[in-house]
C-alpha cells in the first residue's frame, strides 16, 4: 500500500514534471537562439543573483512549512496561522532584499562583469515579492500531499511565460533589447502565476472564521527555516561565483571579454539544461520522498527506510545512463542541431558524465534533508567546493569553459561519496558497494549502446540531421533497454497466461 502511494505520487509529480521542463527546455532552445551566446550569459549571470536572492525566501521557509502542516493537515484552523506567519515572514523579507538592491546598486554593478547585467537583475525584482507570496501556497499543498495542485501550477507559471514573451517580442526593438524582454516575460509569469494560485487556494480552502493568530508560528517558523535556509543559501553561493570567476579566468588566460561571456552562456545556458534533464524525473522521486521517508524514519521502520534508498538509487543510475551514452555519441551534433552552436555539442559530449554525480548528489541530499541532516549536507557540499574553486582557478588556462564541468562533476562526485557514508551511519545501510557495482554493470552496457549511436549517425548521411538524430539514439535507446532487460538490470513483469 505505501509503495503503491509513492509510487502514485511520483507518476503525478513526474507527468507534471516532464511537460513543464518540455515547455521550458523548448523555451529555452528558442531564447538562446535569439539572444546569441553572450547576450545569454549577461541574461544568465543576472538571473544567477536572482537565484540567490529566491533562494532566502523559497527553500529553508517552504520545507518548514510543510512539515508543520503535514503533521496536522486537517487542523484548519493551525493551517491558516501557519500559512499566514509564512507569508508575513516571505513577503517582508522579499521587500527587504529588494531595497537592499535599489540601495545598494553600485555594489552590485561591481560584483557583473557586464554593466548590462544590473539592469536585468531590477527587472526580476517584482518576481522576487511574487515569488514570496507563491512558494508559501505550495508548501501548504506540499504538507497537505496534493501533488496535482504542486505541478498544475508549476505547469501554469511556465506556460503564461511563454504566452507573455510572444507578444513582448513584438514590441521589443521599441523600448528594449532581447535579454530585457526575456526578463520581463520572467517576471510577468511570475506575478501571474502568483495570482492564479491565491485564487486556486482560496477556492480550495472551506470556511473558516476562526481568529487568525500567527505571532506564536513566527518565531518558531523563523528559528526552524533559519539553518536550512543558511545551508542552501551557501550552496546557491557557488553558482554566483563560478559565473563570475569564469570569464575573469578566462579572460586571465588571454581570452576576449566577449568570448569569455558567450562561452559562460553556452555552457550555463545550453549545455548544462541538457545535462539536467534526468533530473526532471529524479526531481519528482526527490519531492515524493521527503514526507515519506520522513514518516519511516519518524515510525523507526529502517528496513523499509533502507529499501526505499536502495530502490531510488536504483533507479538514479538507471535514469542517468539513459542519457550518457545517448550524449557521449551525439552530443556534437544535438548541440549543432538544437543551438546552432557547434560548440555547446563539444561540451556536451565532453561533460556527458557529470549526469550521473549531479543525479546521485540531488537524490542523496534530498535522503539526508528527509533526515534532518542539512548540516551535513553543506559540510559535504563545502568538501565539494574545495575541489571546485581550485579547478576553475587553476584549469581555464588549460582547458577553457570545459573547467566549469569538470570542477562540477569531481565536486559531486566527492559530495556523493560523502552523502553515502552518512546514509550508512545513520541507516546502519551497507549497500554502497552494491550502488557501485551497479554503477560498473551500466559502464559496461554503456559502451555498445554508445558505438552503435555513432555508428548509425556516421553511416545515415544522407537524413536530415533531425531525422538521423531520432533514428540513431532511438535504436541506441532500445538496445540500452533491451540490454538492461537481457542481464536483470531492469525486470518487465509478463502476464501469465
Not at 551514452?325 to 555547446?344: E, H, K, M, Q, R
Request: charged share 10%.
Amino acid at each position: 500500500m505505501y509503495m503503491r502511494a509513492f509510487t502514485k505520487s511520483v507518476l503525478v509529480i513526474t507527468a507534471f514534471a516532464v511537460l513543464t521542463r518540455l515547455i521550458g527546455f523548448v523555451f529555452r532552445i528558442f531564447l538562446s537562439r535569439l539572444l546569441g551566446a553572450e547576450m545569454l550569459g549577461v541574461y544568465q549571470m543576472a538571473l544567477n543573483i536572482f537565484m540567490i536572492l529566491l533562494t532566502i525566501i523559497s527553500t529553508g521557509l517552504p520545507l518548514v512549512l510543510s512539515r508543520e502542516v503535514a503533521k496536522e493537515p486537517n487542523n484548519s484552523a493551525r493551517t491558516r496561522n501557519i500559512t499566514v506567519a509564512g507569508l508575513f515572514i516571505s513577503v517582508t523579507t522579499s521587500l527587504l532584499l529588494c531595497a537592499v538592491v535599489l540601495i545598494g546598486h553600485n555594489l552590485f554593478g561591481l560584483i557583473f562583469t557586464d554593466e548590462r547585467c544590473l539592469a536585468i537583475l531590477i527587472i526580476t525584482l517584482p518576481a522576487l515579492v511574487a515569488s514570496s507570496i507563491y512558494s508559501v501556497l505550495r508548501s501548504v499543498w506540499w504538507g497537505e500531499k496534493r501533488f496535482m495542485l504542486l505541478g498544475l501550477t508549476e505547469l501554469i507559471e511556465q506556460v503564461v511565460r511563454v504566452l507573455l514573451f510572444v507578444p513582448l517580442l513584438g514590441v521589443t526593438f521599441y523600448f528594449a533589447n532581447m535579454a530585457h524582454v526575456a526578463a520581463w516575460s520572467f517576471t510577468g509569469a511570475c506575478i501571474l502565476s502568483a495570482i492564479v494560485v491565491v485564487i486556486i487556494f482560496y477556492c480550495c480552502r472551506k470556511s473558516d472564521k476562526t481568529p487568525i493568530q500567527p505571532r506564536q508560528y513566527i518565531q518558531p517558523i523563523l528559528k526552524a527555516a533559519t539553518p536550512i535556509t543558511g545551508v542552501r543559501l551557501f550552496s546557491s553561493l557557488t553558482i554566483p561565483l563560478v559565473t563570475v570567476l569564469l570569464p575573469l579566468r578566462l579572460m586571465a588566460a588571454g581570452w576576449e571579454n566577449n568570448v569569455a561571456i558567450a562561452h559562460l552562456g553556452i555552457v550555463s545556458g545550453m549545455t548544462l539544461p541538457l545535462l539536467t534533464i534526468p533530473s526532471t524525473v529524479i526531481s519528482s522521486i526527490a519531492t515524493a520522498l521527503v514526507p515519506e521517508l520522513s514518516n519511516l524514519i519518524n515510525l523507526k521502520q529502517w528496513p523499509a527506510v533502507r529499501r526505499q534508498i536502495r530502490t531510488v538509487l536504483r533507479f538514479t543510475v538507471f535514469i542517468s545512463f539513459c542519457f550518457i551514452p545517448i550524449y557521449l555519441a551525439l552530443g556534437v551534433p544535438l548541440g549543432g542541431f538544437l543551438y546552432d552552436n557547434s560548440s555547446s555539442g563539444i561540451y556536451l559530449a565532453r561533460s556527458a558524465w557529470v549526469m550521473l554525480p549531479m543525479s546521485l548528489n540531488q537524490i542523496t541530499n534530498t535522503t539526508l534533508n528527509a533526515m534532518n541532516r542539512e548540516n551535513i549536507t553543506i559540510r559535504n557540499f563545502a568538501l565539494g567546493t574545495l575541489i571546485l574553486l581550485p579547478i576553475i582557478w587553476f584549469m581555464p588556462a588549460v582547458i577553457g569553459a570545459d573547467a566549469v564541468l569538470l570542477g562540477m562533476g569531481l565536486a559531486m562526485t566527492l559530495t556523493t561519496i560523502l552523502n553515502l557514508l552518512e546514509i550508512r551511519r545513520v541507516t546502519n545501510w551497507h549497500g554502497a558497494g552494491a550502488t557501485l557495482g551497479t554503477i560498473c554493470s551500466y559502464l559496461a552496457l554503456a559502451v555498445p549502446v554508445f558505438a552503435m549511436g555513432y555508428f548509425v549517425f556516421q553511416i545515415n548521411t544522407t537524413l536530415p540531421t533531425v531525422l538521423n538524430l531520432i533514428l540513431s539514439s532511438g535504436l541506441a535507446e532500445l538496445a540500452f533497454m533491451g540490454l538492461c532487460w537481457a542481464t536483470n538490470m531492469i525486470t518487465i513483469p509478463l502476464k501469465r497466461q
